[in-house]
DNA sequence: CGAACATTTGACGGGCTTCAAAAGTCGTGG
DNA sequence: CCACGACTTTTGAAGCCCGTCAAATGTTCG
């Protein structure tokens, strides 16, 4: 066997450092500035539908997701759900917040079983003191944040049901699909409620939309959580992905 | 007459100063630091109609509007104009830009004679040496645009006609409105058609809608460019602005 | 295995879009 | 300053698509 050096396990390392490593925001790191990091972050678990917070409550925290998925939203008035981020293993959230006194302007909560990395106010200004080189990263983290609300905002004005359904479903196929052969293969952490409020719609037509998408044989569903995605040429052309 | 002055006349330097002292990003700064700004400042006039850019175009400059306004847009698929940003006298565009090599995204034009200031990428640069409390205006310029998408988010995707558009009224009540005794009387720079570009509408439902409005004595209509605003505090009932 | 919950499917109604035409507004040049 | 033409806005009528309500089917988890 292998296992002279358990005591010294490396996959305990590896896991240690796992959240700080894969966020954007300090994965450019070296060992020693990474451990600065890890000595000031909190963990957490979140069970399924637990709140990480709600509007209102005091922007304290900077969360790091490291297993599971998360929601943020706000109600319409007309009292429906209307999601602005869904975020996955190695998104972040909150950062922002921490350079103003101010709280919460929505809701988030745990999609899944989540785990979370946290880093309190005080010890992420204090870190931005040591590591100068993470304000830089928030900058550009910022640019990208705007870039992908402009889109959001380009799909979800659009009147066509099946142009939002195949934005959706590529942006989800990057982040979670898994290349099969010539297929991809997607397993949702979120309903298809979850994906209406997301996209503005109603349950009932997404999932119209989704057995149309299955009719063209662009998609097929297994069970309620899977999707595999036959011809992702035509899901571009649809979404007018070029 | 006044006029002894007039070699030195006040306004003059006023003027010099205009576009920088009324943008966020600089009307902190000392009569020092801005007279470093205003020395690599050019500027530019443009007609109602012209591009500032396109899509496409390296980003090079940061522009900020003097007088006039200027819509950013891009195109959905079904061809029509999707509008990003309307922006007036004070606001700013591009900066977010100029931290990274990149191109626009999308189309930028005038939407009446307008005057800008711009400020070369390498004198941006140079700035942000020179004058480093500009780079924390930045972040929370950011910020604040982070939380107007999200705003407009919630707004396009709500179903209801006339929420949309009492949240625009009001947005643009707050920008161009003059207070005339009870009323708010506005001035646009855009037509219906814009309106309805930024609102995700046709602009037959924003004329139906404007018209609904003036039936139930919210506001009137005086030619094609200006409203006065009657009840204030029923269309912000009706924008769920509290 | 069964109950609670999520998804699908169908039928209907309403509101926005589309197409079309009339009315109004604006700018230009005489 | 007025008149004309181009353009914008308003108004009307019809059609379509999504939302709503309801019921059936499927799925998940104790």
Redesign the pocket.
Known sequence: MENQTLHHDPCSICKETYCVSKISLFSHLDREDMTKVLKKIDRRKYKKGEFLFRPGETAERLWIVNEGSVKVFRYTI?G?EQILYLLTEGDFLGDLNLFKENRYEYYSSALENTRLCTLTRKNFQQLLLEVPTINEKILAYAYDRISSLEKQIQTVTS????FRLANFLLHFSRHFGIKKGEEIEITFPI???DI?NYL????????????QFQGMNLII?E???KVRILDIEELRHLAADA
């Not at 009147?159 to 099946?162: N, P």
């Open positions: 007309d429906k009147k066509d049901v099946s309903s298809r409620e209406a503005g719609l109603t349950r009932e037509t997404v999932s119209r939309q989704l057995s569903m069970g309620n959580k």
